[in-house]
């Protein structure tokens, strides 16, 4: 399967923006989804991730309250929508997908960025203060 982030850009501190991830050679339907950032000199860091079924989210503490994950797997899409964006959420953003599937996806895996199998390019997302 291949992925393509998009919907980043530049935004004043408070602002808000949605990613979306899009895949295509194969339906995403069975793969859980997380997405990933990685600012200049860190190391790439967990944000949020979904179950293929939508019933599990799992957040990183510095996004909670402020990010939403949502899937919709008849347009073999994925989004993260970001609200109340601060300067430190100032990174290169990554969607990936993990071919686990099943109902059980533990937050261990969802936020480890080595179980998942398929990444797509970054979009960068530029939070001004």
């Known amino acids: 399967v291949q992925l393509q982030a998009f919907g980043g850009g530049l935004v004043q501190a408070g602002g808000s923006l949605r990613l979306s991830c899009a895949a295509s050679?194969?339906?995403?339907?069975?793969?859980?989804l997380g997405w990933f950032r990685q600012a200049p000199g860190k190391e790439r860091e967990f944000v949020a991730a979904i179950s293929w079924n939508s019933i599990i989210t799992y957040y990183a503490d510095s996004v909670k309250g402020r990010f939403t994950i949502s899937r919709d797997n008849a347009k073999n899409t994925g989004y993260l929508q970001m609200i109340g964006l601060k300067p430190e959420d100032t990174a290169a953003y990554y969607c990936?997908?993990?071919?686990?599937?099943?109902?059980?996806?533990?937050?261990?895996?969802?936020?480890?960025?080595?179980?998942?199998?398929?990444w797509g390019q970054g979009t960068q997302v530029t939070v001004s203060s």
């Open positions: 050679g194969r339906t995403l339907n069975g793969y859980h």
């Open positions: 990936a997908a993990n071919s686990g599937g099943g109902w059980f996806f533990s937050f261990s895996v969802a936020s480890v960025a080595s179980q998942y199998d398929y």
